[in-house]
């Protein structure tokens, strides 16, 4: 990774500010409107959490990950080996990763997977010790599957999840 940083909750304008958060690619304009728009009022409504990067020495985030409580349907395609029946149920807790953005000019730092990898620590550390949380899940847009691959995640192995434009990809996040 290239110089120091700043992993953080997202805090309010003054502190952190969003701005001038840029996605060259149209297609990923959606999130540089979310973090510049809304991402601080849907963490304020309990919707969404928002974890930011930023140089220790300017204000601006640099890249950003959003996270929220969700479920996964395995449906058959994947085996909670460690619990007898767990199959049973239809849903399995999770968290999902609901945007993940790196701005223009900062990919390949490695923030995508330190983002990741403070979501893993959080869930690990602030959430499973008090709520059950099994998966963390993403709905991947295609050209992101093989960067989820490389950190472990896997695309749920059905026909239909497969055909999906964004494909639903899994962690297991069981105790090792
Ligand atoms: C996808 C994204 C978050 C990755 O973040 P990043 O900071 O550029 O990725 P990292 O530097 O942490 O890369 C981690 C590893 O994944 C690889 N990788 C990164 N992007 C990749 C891609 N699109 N395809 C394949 N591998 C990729 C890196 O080479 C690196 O591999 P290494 O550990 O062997 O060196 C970022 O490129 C981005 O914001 N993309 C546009 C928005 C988007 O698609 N978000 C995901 C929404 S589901």
Redesign the pocket.
Known sequence: ?SGEIIIKKLEAAGLDQVSRFR?K?V??RP?QQFLRRDALKSGAAHLTTTYVIKRPDAPHVL?Y?SIMCAEIKLEGAYPIDDKKAAERYSYQPAVR?A?????DG???????????TTVIGVISLSIQPYAGCRFLI????R?????????GFRLLDTEANRALE?PLMFMDLKSP
């Open positions: 990774m996605m690619d297609g990923d999130l890249a990950a990763i945007r993940l953005a790196v701005c900062c990919e390949g730092l490695g923030w995508g997977r330190e983002l990741v993403v709905d991947a847009k050209k992101s599957i093989d960067f989820y691959r490389k950190l964004t």
